[in-house]
């Protein structure tokens, strides 16, 4: 991922660049920048929280993860250690490089306990992680970043994202500070080989190098019962790699 990492097509935040966006994407870029702050290239973050094993009924159980992300083209590495019982854990590895999004775990590090991809459908879903997750590093969400923008209401917005043949795309839902709080979007399910309504929420935010992001988030499914969460986590740890 790193090799093929190149720069994106501009170095510096510049509020012209945004004037034409739909008014709370405008407002959002105002909050969390500043102007002439330096455009991400590669991200690496630290995480730790919990995730839930099976379905709504099933147990949280703590993890720790270190990801890796570039920006041109859009990419990432997740690699989590999810805590199962004392001394036995499962890896697990999430990343989309190259076009390609896949999915595999292991338990006790050796034993295969699920695998996914690349197909076009976990292609399309992994590119929809990345987008959920660009409020950590927002400059990603730049037209100068390869994102646009449609407008919805005056607090939403549809973003996409596209990487040679795979497209993603989700809505940002905005609060009346301009901060993003929630992300939402059909996605490919691998559990259960199905498209599900998919949400993700953002909260507390601080400034973190220069710029304002969310340290907590929750993922889950939307189902007939209400929102099903599977991953609740925090940023322990964020570094940004500008410039070319």
């Given at each position: 991922?790193?090799r093929?990492?190149g720069?994106?097509?501009?170095?510096?935040y510049?509020?012209?660049?945004?004037?034409?966006?739909?008014?709370?994407?405008?407002?959002y870029?105002?909050?969390?920048?500043?102007?002439?702050?330096?455009?991400?290239?590669?991200?690496?973050?630290?995480?730790?929280?919990?995730?839930?094993?099976?379905?709504?009924?099933?147990?949280?159980?703590?993890?720790?993860?270190?990801?890796?992300?570039?920006?041109?083209?859009?990419?990432?590495?997740?690699?989590?250690?999810?805590?199962?019982?004392?001394?036995?854990s499962?890896?697990?590895?999430?990343?989309?490089?190259?076009?390609?999004?896949?999915?595999?775990?292991?338990?006790?590090?050796?034993?295969?306990?699920?695998?996914?991809?690349p197909?076009?459908?976990?292609?399309?879903?992994?590119?929809?992680?990345?987008?959920?997750?660009?409020?950590?590093?927002?400059?990603?969400l730049?037209?100068?970043?390869?994102?646009?923008?449609?407008?919805?209401?005056?607090?939403?917005?549809?973003?996409?994202?596209?990487?040679?043949d795979?497209?993603?795309?989700?809505?940002?839902?905005?609060d009346?500070?301009g901060l993003?709080?929630?992300?939402?979007?059909?996605?490919?399910?691998?559990?259960?080989?199905?498209?599900a309504?998919?949400?993700?929420?953002?909260?507390?935010?601080?400034?973190?190098?220069?710029?304002?992001?969310?340290?907590?988030?929750?993922?889950?499914?939307?189902?007939?019962?209400?929102?099903a969460?599977?991953?609740?986590?925090?940023?322990?740890d964020i570094?940004?790699?500008?410039?070319?």
């Amino acid at each position: 991922m790193r090799r093929s990492a190149g720069p994106v097509t501009a170095e510096l935040y510049d509020p012209d660049d945004v004037t034409d966006l739909p008014a709370p994407v405008r407002r959002y870029f105002e909050t969390v920048l500043q102007t002439g702050h330096p455009l991400a290239r590669e991200v690496r973050l630290s995480q730790e929280g919990d995730f839930r094993l099976g379905d709504a009924d099933g147990s949280w159980r703590p993890f720790t993860a270190s990801q890796v992300y570039s920006v041109s083209p859009p990419g990432y590495v997740w690699d989590a250690r999810i805590e199962l019982f004392p001394f036995a854990s499962a890896r697990v590895l999430d990343a989309y490089v190259d076009g390609e999004g896949l999915l595999r775990a292991n338990l006790l590090g050796a034993i295969p306990v699920a695998s996914a991809g690349p197909d076009a459908r976990m292609n399309e879903a992994e590119l929809q992680r990345y987008l959920s997750e660009t409020p950590w590093f927002p400059t990603a969400l730049l037209p100068a970043a390869g994102v646009t923008w449609k407008g919805i209401d005056d607090r939403t917005a549809r973003a996409s994202v596209d990487d040679g043949d795979v497209t993603a795309t989700a809505t940002f839902h905005f609060d009346d500070d301009g901060l993003i709080t929630r992300l939402t979007a059909d996605r490919y399910r691998q559990e259960d080989d199905t498209v599900a309504p998919w949400v993700g929420r953002y909260g507390a935010y601080e400034e973190r190098r220069g710029t304002l992001i969310p340290t907590e988030a929750e993922v889950g499914w939307i189902t007939d019962d209400g929102e099903a969460p599977y991953w609740r986590g925090s940023i322990t740890d964020i570094e940004y790699r500008t410039g070319g």
